[in-house]
């Protein structure tokens, strides 16, 4: 098992003060873990989506910000979004949680949103 080969071991410990997850590469590379953020969210879209063809995840790193960017097709964007944005939010929460353990922000939204939005 070598590093990187997707064969890391995570070890969580429950105790009355909280939880604590140690990995086994404890020194994150923010370029890796970029990318292993953006495989996760094309993973959950494409299970999630009608056309996974269609979607597309793109990143941007900022200087303070990295931000992931989903690109559908309007027939997908309910499925994204999710009943009451639960979907999307849930998403926001996974991304914001496995960079934040990286030592960086991060931000996920959806490309170019007012376009599906309906006007009455």
Do not use: H, W
């Not at 559908?72 to 991304?95: N, P, Q, Y």
């Not at 914001?96 to 939204?109: E, H, I, K």
């Amino acid at each position: 098992m070598g590093k990187g080969d997707g064969n890391d071991v995570v070890v969580i410990r429950r105790n009355g003060l909280g939880s604590q997850v140690q990995s086994g590469d404890s020194d994150k590379d923010p370029v890796d873990v970029r990318e292993r953020v953006r495989f996760v969210l094309q993973e959950m879209l494409s299970c999630l989506v009608a056309e996974p063809s269609q979607t597309t995840v793109r990143v941007s790193v900022g200087s303070k910000t990295t931000l992931y960017e989903i690109d559908t097709v309007s027939a997908d964007f309910g499925r994204i979004v999710g009943s009451k944005g639960r979907t999307i939010e849930s998403m926001r929460c996974l991304v914001a949680a496995m960079c934040g353990s990286a030592g960086f922000r991060a931000v996920l939204q959806i490309k170019d949103e007012a376009r599906f939005v309906r006007k009455t």
